[in-house]
C-alpha cells in the first residue's frame, strides 16, 4: 500500500550523497573524518559574483523568469561559447536549468524513448544510467580501463552502436577518472558519428574549465555532426557555484524546444537571482577561474604523488576535473580483524570506519576495481587523508 512508484523502485540513490551522509553522521559523533567524497569545489563563490546576485535583488529580479532562462544569460552563454570554444550558436540554441544535471536528464528524457539504447562509457557519472533508466530507456555501457586512459575507442564506439542507439553520453573532462579527450581522439569518435545520424550526443563539459592540459576540446567543434550534439555544461565548478543551480544545454533548436516544453511543465525557469549572477560569472572577470585552476593542478600533483607511494594503487595521471580513481582491487579478499574486503564498497566502508576518510566505491561508477578520490579541498587534508589511508590499508592481511 505505502509503496512508491515502481519508476522510483528500479532507481538506485546516489553513491556519492551516501557516503557523504555517512561521513557526517560520523562527524557528528565528535569523529574528525576528511571528506574526499563530494565533487564539489571548496573555494567561496567570487566576490563580483555574488555582488551581481545582490543587485539582482535590489533591482527586483524576483519574478518567473522565461522558461529557458533570461535572454541576456542566454547571450551571455552564445559570447562564452565564441570567444571560448569557436562555437556559433543563438540564443535560441541554449535553455538554461536547476543546474548541469537538470540539463542533462532534461536532454534524455526529451530525446529517450522506451527501448531506446543510450551508450555510457564507464567509468562514468553515477546518475547517467539512472536518468537513461527513469526515461524507460537501456543503459549500453562501454568500459574502458585504465590502460587506455578511460578512454574509448572509436572501435567501441562502433561495436556499441544498433539500430536501437539515440544517445551517446561523453563526458570530458571526466566524472570520475578526470580523463580529457585530446581533439585527435574526438575527431575519431565524431568520423563514427557521422555515419549514424540518429545518434544524439550529450557532451557534458561541466568540467571544461579545470583543465591541467590547455585549451579545452568540444566534440561539437566538429561540422559534420554539429546537428547532432549538445553540450552541457554549467557554473558550478568552474566558478564553485555548485549551491546556485545553473547550467544550460546548447544544441540543434528543435531539442532546445523539446527541452523547453519539458521544463515548462516541471520545474519552469531556474532561479532569477542565480541566473543574474551566472550572467556576470560569464561576462566579467576569468581570473578567479585561473586562480583555482591553478589550485586544483598543485593540488592533483600532490594527491597523484602519494597515491604513487601508496602499495597496491595503480595510479593514472588525471589531466582535468578534480579526481583521483586509483585501481585497487589488489586489496579485495583481504582482512582486518575478521572482517574481510569483499569489493570496493567495503574497502570504502573500511577506509571511513578505520581510516576516517570518505571516499566513493568505483561500483557506483561502473568501475568495481577502483574508487573515486576528490581532491577538492585543502593540501593539508589531502596529506593528511593520503597518510590515513595508506596507515590503514597496511592494516590489511
Known amino acids: 500500500m505505502n509503496q512508491p512508484s515502481d519508476r522510483l523502485k528500479s532507481l538506485s540513490s546516489s553513491a556519492t550523497l551516501a557516503m557523504s551522509q555517512k561521513s557526517n553522521e560520523l562527524k557528528a559523533q565528535g569523529i574528525n573524518v576528511i571528506n574526499l567524497s563530494v565533487g564539489e569545489p571548496d573555494f567561496n563563490t567570487p566576490d563580483h559574483i555574488k555582488e551581481a546576485a545582490k543587485k539582482a535583488i535590489d533591482e527586483n529580479f524576483s519574478y518567473y523568469s522565461p522558461v529557458p532562462g533570461y535572454l541576456s544569460l542566454r547571450n551571455a552563454i552564445v559570447d562564452k561559447l565564441k570567444k571560448e570554444n569557436g562555437l556559433e550558436y543563438t540564443a535560441n540554441q541554449i535553455s538554461c536549468a536547476n543546474g548541469a544535471k537538470q540539463s542533462v536528464c532534461n536532454t534524455i528524457l526529451s530525446l529517450v524513448n522506451k527501448g531506446d539504447e543510450v551508450i555510457i562509457p564507464a567509468p562514468y557519472w553515477v546518475s547517467y544510467p539512472e536518468m537513461v533508466k527513469l526515461a524507460d530507456g537501456v543503459p549500453v555501457v562501454v568500459k574502458a580501463g585504465i590502460t587506455q586512459d578511460f578512454k574509448i575507442t572509436p572501435a567501441q564506439l562502433e561495436a556499441a552502436i544498433t539500430p536501437k542507439t539515440r544517445v551517446l553520453i561523453l563526458c570530458s573532462p571526466s566524472n570520475p577518472t578526470g580523463s580529457v579527450y585530446s581533439k585527435e581522439e574526438l575527431k575519431g569518435l565524431a568520423d ?40 552541457v555544461n554549467g557554473v558550478s565548478k568552474a566558478y564553485a557555484m555548485t549551491g546556485w543551480r545553473i547550467g544550460f544545454i546548447a544544441g540543434p533548436e528543435w531539442i532546445v524546444k523539446s527541452v523547453n516544453k519539458l521544463q515548462g511543465q516541471y520545474t519552469s525557469g531556474p532561479c532569477s537571482i542565480s541566473q543574474k549572477a551566472a550572467e556576470a560569472a560569464y561576462t566579467e572577470s576569468q581570473e578567479s577561474v585561473r586562480i583555482m585552476r591553478e589550485a586544483f593542478e598543485n593540488r592533483r600533483n600532490l594527491i597523484v604523488d602519494m597515491a604513487k607511494e601508496i ?49 566513493v566505491s568505483g561500483d557506483s561508477f561502473g568501475a568495481p576495481e577502483y574508487i573515486r578520490m576528490s581532491y577538492a579541498t585543502s593540501d593539508e587534508n589531502i596529506i593528511e587523508a593520503m597518510n590515513r589511508i595508506k596507515n590503514a590499508l597496511a592494516q590489511l592481511k
Open 192 to 231: 563514427v558519428l557521422a555515419k549514424h545520424k540518429r545518434v544524439i550526443v550529450i557532451a557534458d563539459e561541466i568540467y571544461e574549465h579545470i583543465n591541467y592540459i590547455g585549451k579545452h576540446q568540444s566534440i561539437a567543434q566538429f561540422e559534420e555532426i554539429r546537428d547532432q550534439v549538445v553540450i
Open 311 to 359: 602499495p597496491g594503487f595503480e595510479i593514472n595521471v588525471p589531466q582535468g576535473a578534480f579526481y583521483l580513481f586509483p585501481k585497487c582491487d589488489s586489496y579485495y579478499g583481504k582482512k582486518y580483524n575478521d572482517t574481510v574486503i569483499k569489493d570496493g564498497d567495503d574497502l570504502a566502508m573500511y577506509l571511513l570506519e578505520v581510516g576516517h576518510v570518505a571516499c
